[in-house]
Nanobody
């Protein structure tokens, strides 16, 4: 598994970005898959997660604005981010657990200016 995240960039507050993660391998072998954000001085935090049962978990700060999805045909994981805020700035990492082993992508920078 070699996760590759893309789609980050710089946007103004209120804008949208869609992040994509490839290199997941067969999604059917994956357990948890999701996106985390890292900002300076803070621990990496979950922003969207799909559980083995298919439930989608998001923190309150992301609900209604972020939408996580997976494409089993393309073996990709996406994160649609709308109504972006400066607090959403950070490095976004895709994350999966495959056959019991966790994997992290290299991260993609998202910068939201006010």
């Amino acid at each position: 598994v070699q996760l590759q995240a893309s789609g980050g960039g710089s946007v103004q507050a209120g804008g949208s970005l869609t992040l994509s993660c490839t290199g997941l391998g067969s999604i059917t072998d994956l357990k948890f898959m999701g996106w985390y954000r890292q900002t300076p001085g803070k621990e990496r935090e979950m922003v969207a997660l799909i559980t083995p049962g298919g439930d989608k978990l998001l923190p309150d700060s992301a609900k209604g604005r972020f939408f996580i999805s997976r494409d089993s045909a393309k073996n990709t994981l996406s994160l649609q981010m709308n109504s972006l805020k400066p607090d959403d700035t950070g490095i976004y990492y895709c994350y999966v657990i495959r056959l019991g082993t966790p994997y992290w992508g290299q991260g993609t920078q998202v910068t939201v200016s006010s």
